[in-house]
């Protein structure tokens, strides 16, 4: 009995796992995220800085399992007496592994209200666990290096929610 049970359990994960096992070409994501208030960014000479982060993104995939699109975004910051915001543009692409872990890298452009804008790579690392066909909740790693003029490097955890249309 205790076997017949084990293998039921086993063809059920093998089947549902085999269900998502790719992302096709021509499906479209919407998706929002946050850090929900934790992320920390050092920068030369600076104290850390406080970070509440909403990111969207729109995608097309261009490919099977790989994803192109634009993301925007509004971060709020503090450090000490220090507050600001800042608003983000950029381009990303994302490349899904089995359909569910993801990749992604982009380049972004952000003009804050306290300082000059600047760029920044962003890369990112996460699970999309669908809930229903076309909706995931997608937890992730974020690290972004500045470039140019920006020398800073932000490393964040982000909970989000991304719908597929398409697929």
């Known amino acids: 009995m205790k076997r017949t049970i084990l293998l039921f359990l086993i063809v059920s994960i093998l089947s549902v796992t085999g269900v998502v096992a790719q992302i096709n070409q021509g499906t479209f994501l919407v998706g929002a995220s946050s850090n929900l208030g934790f992320s920390s960014t050092s920068t030369e ?69 306290n300082s000059d804008s600047y760029n920044s790579v962003p890369f990112e690392f996460g699970y999309a666990a669908f809930v229903t066909d076309n909706i995931a909740l997608e937890p992730s790693l974020s690290y972004s290096i500045g470039v140019g003029d920006n020398e800073s490097n932000t490393f964040g955890l982000n909970v989000g929610f991304t719908l597929y249309f398409n697929r």
């Open 45 to 113: 000479g600076s104290d850390n800085v406080n970070v509440f982060l909403l990111d969207l993104k729109g995608g097309y995939f261009v490919m099977d399992n790989l994803a192109v699109g634009l993301s925007l975004g509004y971060t709020k910051y503090s450090a000490g007496d220090f507050d600001g915001s800042s608003t983000t543009i950029g381009l990303f692409g994302r490349y899904y592994i089995h359909g569910k872990i993801f990749a992604g890298l982009g380049f972004s452009s952000t003009d804050s209200n």
